[in-house]
């Protein structure tokens, strides 16, 4: 079984003195007395954080979407500033985007479709960047990959960012997604792949043996 961090927070969940940890006991707390459990999903780059905010039925393993908040940077052209500046600064900017949504939300688990790794330089420090901020968000994250996100979704690993679209906004179509005018008529925006993506790596999260096991564990002890 992958060992990860929600792995290690239900089995930090080792007795000491013959008690659980405090975090065990939260989150053990919060799937048994509440049926339904805050939940978000996350869609991470350097450039946009898709975030997906919702709710998950512990019994039926059904879950919804109320809000999406996408949190972006830019990159600055000016030649005086250095780029590992303009990097740090991003990932302050993304990294309190994210905990704003978890302080205001109260989430007990965060689904995130993990980036992988590149043969680019450039996106290898975006990479980086939202590895190091995965790692520091104070709740246990679910993982998937992209290709496991896409499959689970429309049924093939290489589904377009269209899809992605297509398929969230037709499972949740009255949620903020991001629309501008074209011809008088309101039109989706390229930058909804990243909420769309947030969708799905909740809906992919849902359906691995790794959340399987945590309430599975959590309602039997």
């Known amino acids: 079984m992958r060992v990860s961090a929600s792995n290690k927070f239900i089995f930090n969940l080792t007795k000491r ?8 006991r939260q989150g053990y707390l919060r799937l048994n007395v509440m049926k339904k459990i805050k939940i978000i999903g996350i869609d991470p780059s350097l450039r946009n954080f898709g975030i997906a905010i919702g709710t998950i ?6 879950f919804d979407v109320h809000d999406l908040k996408l949190v972006s940077t830019e990159s600055s052209n000016e030649k005086r500033v250095r780029k590992n500046s303009q990097d740090l600064e991003r990932a302050r900017a993304l990294f309190k985007g994210v905990c704003e949504v978890i302080k205001k939300e109260s989430p ?11 043969q680019s330089a450039r996106s290898m420090a975006s990479y980086g960047i939202c590895i190091g901020l995965l790692a ?8 998937v990959t992209a290709q496991e996100n896409k499959v689970k979704a429309v049924n093939h690993k ?16 009255n949620v903020p997604w991001i629309k ?15 909420l769309a993506d947030a969708i799905g790596a909740i809906n992919a999260g849902l359906q691995t043996d790794e959340w399987h096991n945590i309430v599975s564990l959590l309602k039997t002890i």
């Open 17 to 24: 003195g013959g008690a659980f940890s405090p975090a065990f």
């Open 57 to 62: 039925d512990t019994d039926s393993n059904e």
């Open 108 to 118: 007990t688990y965060a689904f995130v479709e993990v980036p992988h790794g590149s």
């Open 136 to 143: 520091s968000l104070p709740i246990p994250i679910i993982q």
């Open 158 to 173: 290489t589904a377009s960012k269209e899809e992605m679209i297509l398929w969230a906004s037709g499972k949740f179509p």
């Open 180 to 194: 501008r005018k074209l011809k008088g008529n309101e039109v989706m925006v390229e930058k909804n792949e990243h």
